[in-house]
């Protein structure tokens, strides 16, 4: 194999490696983070090494950044697909006088909701289980200037 074939080769593994590693580091536990760190220090001191290699400087600075770029959006990608929808919660408060409209505009959205009533205003909780009810539950609200937070399910057990 040419030097520069496996320059190549190597730092696009090293930067997947090295990907894999910040993720599992901040998500992952104890044992999972410190064995990506000790696979991923160690495959970079043989990139290291090849650092040193025959190849012109700018070509090195092209393949290190091009190998970056794909390595760490392929891997965004991959972790994007593999993450769990989650639940997220958005508490909205309008004003009493607003919320018979906003009533049938949930009824015609279809997305889950119950509200409470404190006489002055009312309080709605959607319950948005993906994006897209997410994006229509906003949308909605920005009609109304509503005020509202949002809080996303977190895994308790």
């Known amino acids: ?7 190549i080769i190597l730092n696009a593994v090293n ?3 090295q990907t894999v590693k910040s993720l599992l580091t901040i998500k992952g536990g104890k044992l999972l983070a410190s064995t990506a760190n000790a696979i991923a220090y160690g495959f970079y001191t043989i990139v290291i090494v090849y650092m040193v290699c025959e190849l012109p400087l700018m070509q090195k600075v092209l393949i290190i950044g091009t190998c970056n770029f794909v390595g760490v959006f392929v891997v965004k990608l991959i972790e994007e697909k593999l993450q769990k ?12 006088e ?3 409209k906003l009533i049938l505009d949930c009824e015609k959205c279809d997305i889950p909701y119950n509200y409470i009533d404190i006489n002055k205003y009312f309080i709605f909780n ?10 229509h539950v906003k949308k909605l609200l920005k009609e109304y200037k509503a005020k509202y937070f949002v809080s996303e399910s977190r895994k308790t057990f």
Do not use: A
């Open 1 to 7: 194999m040419n030097l520069l074939t496996l320059f």
């Open 15 to 17: 930067v997947i490696i």
């Open 85 to 96: 929808t989650k639940l997220w919660k958005i508490e909205v408060t309008i004003p009493t």
């Open 98 to 100: 607003e919320s018979d």
């Open 126 to 135: 959607f319950y948005c289980n993906t994006k897209e009810e997410t994006t």
